[in-house]
């Protein structure tokens, strides 16, 4: 396949273009590549390891092109620390390189790096690799994206949420800014369930999910069924009012749904406890204290009398794991 086809499957199934970043100390050798894919694929360059691995972690590109020689960190322990990160092992590497002895690609290749193109480049083997592993890409973030998935409500899955949670952890720690969870559970839906039947349980779970979804309205945001009836929502950049605010609405959202339920001790429809925290994300601090506190709440707002909004009193400090 050739490159250009790649970008349309790209644009007809992820609707984005590949992002593809080029590594390499020698200005002349990322124009040589950056003319080659610019047109197809959005390139970012770097000309260091150090600034490899930031670009990596910030825009968790479709595929690396990295040099193997380069002055400040080398391409292999870029690959390597790369690797070691859960947030950016799985973004593939080629390996460019001067070097062609059958040890190096070895090396390459237990590194974990895909694939390797040596120079000069010739542009019908960049072509071809560089096609060749986008379109690997793009298939395994589809499987990926269904995998995380929910079947029945189309929001995320539980591994979802927490591999979403590690991503806007690190993101917001970054940015010094704060991240805020909801946790959400539809009342008494055993009632519900028992009154109305398992099918209409679970008409009533889609519907509670797209009300959420839809009252969020950041593209960053993301709501996924955390447990039976219980959803979580992550709200990267968000402090604790901007939080609070959002769960009255997604609240609101929901009883006015007006769904049914004679059996709940609550309201004559269809009712959510919504349990919200926020912190200033670090590094080294555990995000699970943060679900925790938001757990704590929900708890709170169950026990003094459901269809409520609960929240800490501040944005807590969290404790280093260290
Ligand atoms: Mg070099």
């Not at 560089?130 to 995320?156: E, I, P, Y």
């Not at 945001?221 to 009012?241: I, K, M, Q």
Request: proline share 4%; net charge negative; aromatic share 4%.
């Amino acid at each position: 396949m050739t490159i250009h086809r790649i970008l349309e499957s790209w644009l007809l199934h992820a609707n984005r273009r590949p992002k593809i970043l080029i590594a390499d100390d020698q200005p002349t050798n990322i124009k040589v590549l950056h003319e080659l894919l610019g047109a197809q694929c959005d390139v970012f360059m770097a000309t260091g390891g150090a600034d490899a691995i930031t670009i990596c972690q910030r825009e968790l590109p479709d595929l690396v092109l990295l040099d193997v020689v380069m002055d400040d960190i080398d391409g292999h322990e870029v690959c390597r620390l790369l690797k070691a990160d859960p947030l950016t092992s799985a973004i593939p590497i080629i390996f460019i390189t001067s070097q062609s002895q059958e040890a190096d690609e070895v090396m390459a290749l237990q590194l974990g790096a895909v694939d390797f193109i040596t120079k000069p480049i010739n542009p019908t083997i960049v072509n071809a690799r560089v096609s060749t592993h986008l379109t690997l890409k793009l298939q395994g973030d589809l499987l990926r994206a269904s995998a995380l998935l929910d079947g029945l409500t189309g929001v995320g899955n539980r591994r979802k949420f927490d591999e979403d949670l590690l991503k806007d952890w690190r993101y917001t720690a970054r940015k010094k800014e704060p991240l805020s969870i909801v946790m959400l559970d539809v009342d008494s839906f055993k009632r519900y369930n028992d009154q109305y039947g398992h099918q209409a349980g679970d008409v009533c779970l889609k519907s509670v999910a797209r009300a959420i979804s839809e009252a969020l309205r950041r593209p960053y945001d993301s709501v996924a069924r955390y447990g039976g009836e219980e959803f979580a929502c992550l709200l990267p950049s968000t402090d604790l009012r901007g939080a609070t605010v959002l769960a009255e609405t997604i609240q609101a959202c929901i009883r006015a749904l007006g769904i049914e339920h004679a059996a709940s001790d609550v309201a004559p429809v269809l009712t959510v406890s919504i349990g919200v925290a926020s912190a200033m994300p670090t590094p080294s601090a555990n995000p699970h204290d943060l679900i925790e506190t938001a757990d704590r709440q929900l708890y709170q707002a169950k026990r003094s009398g459901r269809a409520r909004v609960c929240s800490i009193a501040a944005e807590f400090k969290l404790q280093d794991a260290q």
